[in-house]
């Protein structure tokens, strides 16, 4: 579901110390201090590379070692001596990126990348225990490995496949010439997106820090026909103000609301022996709606940093407005607003709704639901709760796909009844990811239980009963990706 922000819970800290009396002042994690810090600090730095470093004034090497170097410096600040393990990542993907050939080095690359962040994720999970975790490095380390795998697929289309073995998509993005050394470190570990992402595609990257990015995305528009004589210059400015009053709202929200109605009220006896079944629903959903803002903060000023640097623009809408969402990882309006579990996931995370799809969905020749709930478990980490969280997903998603196949259509007549279903569907879609997600920000085997007992596992027993019983209806006008004859018959190749 996520890729986790700096947590509530109590941490040994060996990172920057500076900030401890500001934690201590706040009553907030010294990890969830120096995390804003560097945020913070980030966006101011991403002004000043986009203003004094622009491509017109500087080299695309220099703005390739500036980005870096800010990064490596951030990662350090933040995580101490744990940041050695991402360095080691790097390099060791690096020597793959080098020696590999083109039609295996995606294979040995995400072996690799999955197999060093597991490894992590266990140490996390075995040495140190749930409440008493060191330093949480490993949100840096998932948004390496997602770039590792991503740049290592799209290298191997780009120069392991035939043309005409790609999707468009995959044609677009493939990558024909291997990335330098310094291309390779500024792609991984560049200051705006070490920290908290998200994951992008080498060529945007490569285009932004080469001055193209814009470009070529102003080139898809006849502004001619709009009454421009020159191509515009978009600002990023107006975007990175909207998104940053997003986060000062998401932050007070964290830091009342969260602070209100905490995860552990689930596991308090009030809940689980006395409140009744429809208390205990609402109460649920509460909660969850509760846990979001600091995802929303993270993300959205994630999102603004990379904007400040000039990076993220995706074009122009049909009003002529200029779009900054290239890089955006959620649609605040559309998850509140979902009708469905998929619309409600499809906005949610979106780069790393993205990754999942590029480099398993679209690939595996078998189960690609099951495979993708199941990797994204894997490197979300270790805790059980992630894996009740995904297991329930696969039975929801199933779920949700037949009753909307089978009964959708009969509600479609007249807008009373369209008005009616969504009204509906968006109060099950909120309690169904309440009721899913439960488990992903408890962790543990013991609460999860206890809270799906008081629960009468209700989703569960209904999601199996409508797979049983309900058929699945094909949907012929729905792909899972554009292919091509060579590719349906080369498929298990890749």
Known sequence: MAAEPPSSLSYRTTGSTCLHPLSELLGIPLDQVNFVACQLFALFAAFWFRIYLSPGKTSPDVRHAFATIFGIYFVIFCFGWYSVHLFVLVLLCYGIMVTASASSIHRYSFFVAMGYLTICHISRIYIFHYGILTTDFSGPLMIVTQKI????FQVHDGLGRRADDLSPEQRRLAVTV?????????YLLNFMSVIAGPCNNFKDYIAFIEGRHTHMKLLEVNWKQ???????????????????????????????????????????????HK????????????????????????WTLADAVNNAAGFGFSGVDKNGNFCWDLLSNLNIWKIETATSFKMYLENWNIQTATWLKRVCYERVPWYPTVLTFILSALWHGV????????????????????????????????RALKVAYDVVTWAVTQLAVSYTVAPFVMLAIEPTISL?????????????????????????????QPQTLNSVNKKKKD
């Open 149 to 152: 795998t991503t740049l290592a």
């Open 178 to 186: 291997k990335p330098s050394f310094l291309e390779y470190l500024s």
């Open 226 to 272: 709009r009454g421009f004589h020159s191509l515009p210059e978009p600002s990023p400015t107006g975007a990175v103000i909207r998104k940053l009053y997003m986060t000062l709202v998401s932050l007070l929200l964290f830091l009342t609301l969260t602070k209100t109605f905490p995860v552990t009220c689930l596991v308090e006896d009030w809940f689980v």
């Open 275 to 298: 409140a009744n079944f429809l208390s205990r629903l609402c109460y649920l959903y509460v909660v969850m709606q509760a846990s979001k803002p600091k995802y929303y903060f993270a």
């Open 383 to 414: 805790y059980p709760g992630y894996y009740f969280t995904f297991l329930t997903g696969i039975l929801v998603t199933v779920a949700a796909r037949t009753m909307r196949n089978n009964y959708r259509r009969y509600f479609l007549s007249s």
């Open 452 to 480: 799906y007992k008081s629960m009468y596992f209700y989703l569960h027993i209904i999601s199996l009963l409508i797979i049983l019983f309900l058929p699945v209806k094909p949907r012929a006008h729905i792909q899972r």
